[in-house]
């Protein structure tokens, strides 16, 4: 198993452009996540999803969307990039079930926004 | 979600326990302690976790007091690639959602 794969690992943006974070994973998990990460700060969940077809928001949404089209993709969409914007976006899943569980991050996107 | 409270940083010399703790107070029944760590700047990776007994696993103990307010993960024989940032996180249980603090830096030192 690949794991979690995330796609592109590195990307300048200028502000105002638009791009697709892209995020897959091969263990048939059900909970997909995306966080990001700012310097020196821990991990800020921006939105989750429970499976194919339900997203919602998690601490910091504004500025991104998602989609969960099948069990495996994951995408994150940021439109009208700002510096703000500037951070390490992880993208991890889950199973869930009794006993709790761990969440598979991958290997992060290092996005800078100028 | 609990909060939970570490320290920013901790040392350690090379093949002796590193032990971390982690301050819960404010945790609810079915919330579960976990554990990940951060290498560098690569994404975390799940350690271990319980709930309220103590637990055991290939890279680390997990001791949970018996009033679940407070926690230590060690690490038995440290190494230097055991350097990283620590996180305690207090969740799952009936939500999924996993709130990452600051964590503790962990310097094992040769």
């Known amino acids: 198993n690949a794991g979690v794969t995330q796609t592109p690992k590195f990307r300048i943006l200028k502000i105002g452009q638009s791009m697709t974070l892209q995020c897959t994973q091969d263990m048939n998990h059900n909970y997909m996540y995306w966080y990001r990460q700012d310097p020196g700060m821990g991990l800020k969940l921006i939105y989750y999803s429970v499976g194919a077809g339900i997203t919602d928001k998690g601490e910091v949404p504004n500025g991104y969307n998602v989609s969960r089209s099948t069990t495996e993709d994951f995408p994150l969409r940021l439109e009208l990039a700002a510096p703000s914007q500037t951070s390490v976006y992880f993208c991890?899943?889950?199973?869930?079930?009794?006993?709790?569980?761990?969440?598979?991050f991958g290997p992060g996107t290092r996005l800078t926004v100028t | 979600d609990a909060k939970t409270t570490q320290p920013p940083s901790m040392d350690c010399a090379e093949g002796r326990a590193a032990n971390l703790p982690c301050n819960h107070s404010?945790?609810?029944?079915?919330?579960?302690v976990y554990w990940y760590r951060q290498i560098h700047s690569q994404g975390p990776q799940y350690i271990i976790h319980g709930l309220k007994n103590n637990e055991t696993n290939e890279m680390a103990s997990l001791i949970i007091t018996e009033d679940r307010k407070s926690s230590t993960l060690i690490l038995p024989h440290a190494t230097l690639r055991d350097t990283a940032v620590y996180y305690c996180i207090v969740g799952g249980g009936s939500n999924y959602k996993l709130t990452f603090g600051k964590g503790t830096l962990l310097t094992v030192n040769p």
């Open positions: 404010t945790i609810s029944g079915n919330e579960y």
């Open positions: 991890a899943s889950s199973y869930t079930g009794t006993g709790g569980y761990e969440q598979y």
